[in-house]
């Protein structure tokens, strides 16, 4: 499985967009990278999945260099209600892989 | 769509008692769902994957036989704490894949206190 290294923390203010950054050095060929978010006592929530290049859905862009070793989720425009911890995932989706959690990184958005 | 759903949401239990968590994925079919528990402040943990119609695939040091789960429909898997303890006290979260699909949904979790 890879294993996944985010910032722990990371502080914004709210209208700002936000960078997290996740390395994840040992991606295999086969898998996906996938953001989710999560707010204290519920369950994660997605946010984004992508394989390569460049993904933009209606809430997050998520960047992946060509190397794969990284990947960057954006948040445009960050509010106070952003505030949570956001988790990337790496795993063979479609092997029904199974994935691990690293330690997230919780963003606090202030106002 | 891909709405995941936890039941119950939380439950009190007395130390020694069974607990039932059903996971239900109410608008999409999985094959597989995960089960995972998060302490405070912690992360998620996997503790299991659930395949319909097959036995479960544990991660290590996660007891089988205190952790029983099952698959029986591909909408539904449960996890039954057996012969609970304190310590198994925490947040338990399931998550399906949508089949043909292979992102994780998860449910929103489930509270469990045991004293």
């Known amino acids: 499985l890879a294993k996944t290294t985010q910032p722990i923390s990371m502080d914004s203010y709210e209208g700002q967009e936000v960078n997290i950054t996740c390395s994840h050095n040992n991606i295999a060929t086969n898998d996906y990278i996938t953001w989710y978010q999560q707010f204290p006592s519920q369950g994660p929530r997605f946010i984004i999945q992508g394989y390569k290049t460049k993904v933009t859905n209606e809430v997050a862009s998520l960047f992946i260099p060509a190397d794969r070793k990284s990947s960057t989720l954006s948040l445009p425009r960050v509010s106070l209600s952003d505030t949570a911890v956001y988790y990337c995932l790496v795993g063979d989706i479609f092997n029904a892989g199974k994935s691990t959690f690293g330690d997230g990184t919780t963003l606090t958005v202030k106002p | 769509g891909a709405v995941v759903s936890q039941h119950p949401s939380w439950v009190i239990c007395k130390s020694g008692t069974s607990v039932k968590i059903e996971c239900r994925s109410l608008d999409f079919q999985a094959t597989t769902m995960f089960w995972y528990r998060q302490f405070p402040k912690q992360s998620l943990m996997l503790m299991a994957t659930s395949n319909e119609g097959s036995k479960a695939t544990y991660e290590q040091g996660v007891e089988k036989d205190k952790f029983l789960i099952n698959h029986a429909s591909l909408t539904l898997s449960t996890l039954t704490v057996t012969s609970a303890h304190p310590e198994d006290s925490s947040f338990y979260i399931c998550?399906?894949?949508?089949?043909?699909?292979?992102?994780?949904?998860f449910g929103p979790g489930t509270r469990l206190l045991v004293l």
């Open positions: 998550s399906a894949i949508r089949d043909r699909e292979g992102t994780q949904y």
